[in-house]
Each structure stands twice: as structure tokens, then as C-alpha cells.
């Protein structure tokens, strides 16, 4: 899982919160509906046949929420609209944190919730 950092500033307001993304990785980068002329059939018939992450017009697709979708580029963590809340309710103190995000049946579909990561402890 890639490493993300979130700042939490010294006046403690959320607006302040930012979460940084270390790395992309397939773990956090975001994906987003294909809007490009897809196949919808092409994509299907591949799906049926096993590939579950199929090539169309140069991007790799995944059937995700009902739909067929495409890699934006970009951390799906660091650039969610819920990162003030899901940082906020944290309740770490001001400096920067590890924190990941957690994935589970608990949390709708697109929900962000993250869970702070304890630093190393060096031996």
C-alpha cells in the first residue's frame, strides 16, 4: 500500500487538512467513467472471457459500479472531497501522520475513511 501523509495544521482547522500522495500506486489511483467512444459489447465480450481489465482505444478498463472506467492519473486519496472530514475525525494532533485508507463492506461506495499508520519503532 502506498504511502500517504496527512498534514494537520497547528490552529487544528480542518480546512487545513491535507493528505499527500507519496506514490501512485493501483492501491490509490483514482479511476473515473470512460467517456471516450467505448464499446460497451467489445468490453463485455472481454469481461465474459476472463479479462477483466481490458484494452479499448489505448487505456485499460474496469468495470466498476456498473460501468466500464478508465485511469484518471491521479490519487483518488489526496483528492477526495471527504478528506477534512475523514482526517477530522482522526483526532490526531497538529504535524504530519501516516494514514492509508480503509476498504470494506463498511463504507459506500466511494466514501473515504482513513486509518492512521504508527510510525516504525526503531530497535
Not at 38 to 51: F, M, N, T, V
Request: with cysteine; hydrophobic share 40%.
Amino acid at each position: 500500500m502506498s504511502a500517504h501523509i496527512l498534514t494537520v495544521p497547528a490552529d487544528g482547522n480542518p480546512a487545513g487538512f491535507v493528505v499527500a500522495c507519496a506514490e501512485l500506486t493501483d492501491d490509490c489511483e483514482g479511476w473515473v467513467e470512460c467517456i471516450s467512444d467505448c464499446d460497451a459489447d467489445a468490453l463485455d465480450a472481454a469481461d465474459e472471457d476472463g479479462d477483466d481489465s481490458p484494452t479499448l482505444h489505448g487505456e485499460i478498463h474496469k468495470r466498476m459500479d456498473g460501468g466500464w472506467c478508465t485511469r484518471t492519473g491521479q490519487c483518488w486519496i489526496a483528492g477526495h472531497p471527504d478528506t477534512c472530514d475523514a482526517a477530522r475525525d482522526l483526532g490526531l494532533p497538529p504535524g504530519e501522520h501516516p494514514v492509508r485508507a480503509a476498504y470494506g463492506d463498511h463504507l459506500d461506495w466511494g466514501m473515504l475513511e482513513l486509518v492512521a499508520i504508527a510510525p516504525a519503532v526503531k530497535a
